[in-house]
């Protein structure tokens, strides 16, 4: 059963590190578990790769048949002693963490090698208990920690109060299966069981950065224990559930939170094991905090973080996913005292806790004897926090730092990004801006607009081209945009003296788009005059973190009135400027 499951995953870059490794020894002190057992050569990754390898001898290869007792194949395990033992290695002495193939001349993938092994083992029912309890799990109820669904949506609610008791008011509300929104955000189940603090905290964050956001109902868990239990099945059924939730909610990308192997598996080995065409865009949550802070959507505040830090690169992000230097960016935009660990990036030593290690307590001792070494590394920098950007390194440096008595914490970006955000109050409305209060009603020169630039912006013709009017009669030139998104690109463009805005438009509406232009450098200083049938309108715009707009109009709008506030607002801003 085993070799029929094996020749299904041969390819050639399982064959050639199953034939590649020539014994050299090269790679031995890469491995965590050398380091901590120098004296068993059981620990090496050429030893773990060898089980695999006498299997695919004995059955697929010439050497097996013709010499079996030369290459091993003459000791494929047969009985539930040897399934045991391989079982041990297999799950036991390897985390998976792929740094012994840097170390490799010959190219060989050992931690490929040994999910493969689990992959066989588990496929005849040779497994952990934990790894058996979290797959199945996964399987029935669509997540690895068990979670119902009601807990699940309760702890989102939950959540949500919590936010609108710190702010005041609750725009800050966790969108829940918001058909059209931009941004999926998938977690680990970790956050809602353990921490959902950092739930709360990204919620912030999209609220503040001004972001069209939902999580989903279902299809919420972007972990997969596929990837460490080797079974490839259960892994494309885990990603397939969180693509196919995207589609149906319409949204331009999935978000996912800060999980290394969340994101490996979500990111890159999902769309394999789903065997995905088209798939959905998906990124880390950690680029788009970066980017929102690049952009411009929000501001951050690095002395809110002033205790020496040094980060930990998970090593599904890094060694698997090449992702280094962003991280490390945001790091050092959201704190003040960034301390590089020894070594780093690709070469960072596993935490310890990968390849599902968590989850199997009976391996604890062997894995925190193999923390030796992670355990220097974090002594050597003097931090007092070790950030990371994976909830399962979270884990597992937190029981290594009690293991060893470090006296550190340990915390991730999303942590310290919502510590350190500037949530600016809304500026007091001017008295003479305040919404329909301006006193003037008209102006007395014939073409008060002259030589200014309007960008009108509605989704309705009719209105469009009667205000166009309005401000052309006086004497100005006109723009127009019929939703958000192109009012924005407008006004990029042409930079107008005002901006006439609409709010209930489809597509992005008036106020994400308000939002948007307040919160870009480029187009905050251009004076926005809200022209909108809107009831609620201060509720909606007023209580946004950005400056208020300069006036606003009902609908149906009065010719003069609009003429006179557009002027006068204008003239405000030039004396301002002046
Ligand atoms: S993948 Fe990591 S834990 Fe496994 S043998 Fe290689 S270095 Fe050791
Ligand atoms: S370095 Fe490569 S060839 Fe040498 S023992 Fe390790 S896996 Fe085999």
Known sequence: MMEEQLAKKLNRQVV?????????????????????????????????????????????DWTGKTFPWWVGADKVPLTDDDLETLKDIAFGTCTNCRRCTLSCPMGVDTATLNRIMRGLLSHVGVMPEGVRVVSKDQW?????MGVLKEDYVDTLEWMSEELEEDLGHNEAAIPVEKKGAKVMYCINPREVKYDPRTIKEAALIFWAAGEDWTMPEEG??????????????????????????????????????ECGHGFRSTRFEGVNWAAESEPVAMETSVLTML?????G???????????????????NNARSGGFYEEPRELLKLVSMDFREMYPNRAENYCCTGGGGAMSMSEYTPRRLESAKIKAEQIRATGAKVVVTSCHNCVDGLNDLIKHYDLGCEVKQLVNLVAKALVIEEPEKIPEEFKPGDLEVTEVAEKEPLAGRKILVVDDEEDVRAFLTMVFEDAGAEVVTATDGDEAIAMAREH??????LDLSMPGKDGVEAFVELRKNPETEEIPVCVVTGHPEFRQVIYDRPVTPPEGYLGKPVDEDKLVAYAHHIIKHRQERAN
């Open 16 to 60: 050639g590190s199953l034939v590649g490794c020539v014994h050299c020894g090269m790679c031995d002190e890469s491995c965590h578990y050398v380091l901590a057992f120098p004296d068993d050569h059981k620990m090496t990754p050429s030893y773990k790769a060898d089980q695999l390898r006498k299997l695919f001898k004995a059955n697929h």
């Open 140 to 144: 029935e109820l669509g997540n690895q």
């Open 220 to 257: 919420w868990d972007n972990t997969n224990f596929g990837l460490f239990s080797g079974d490839d099945q259960l892994g494309g059924v885990c990603a397939k559930r969180e693509y196919e939730k995207a589609r149906e909610l319409g949204v331009d990308k999935i978000v996912i939170s």
């Open 291 to 295: 980017n929102y802070i690049k952009q």
């Open 297 to 315: 959507k929000i501001k951050v505040d690095p002395s809110k973080n002033p205790e020496p830090m040094t980060f930990h690169d998970s090593c």
């Open 495 to 500: 930079k107008p003296d005002l901006i006439s």
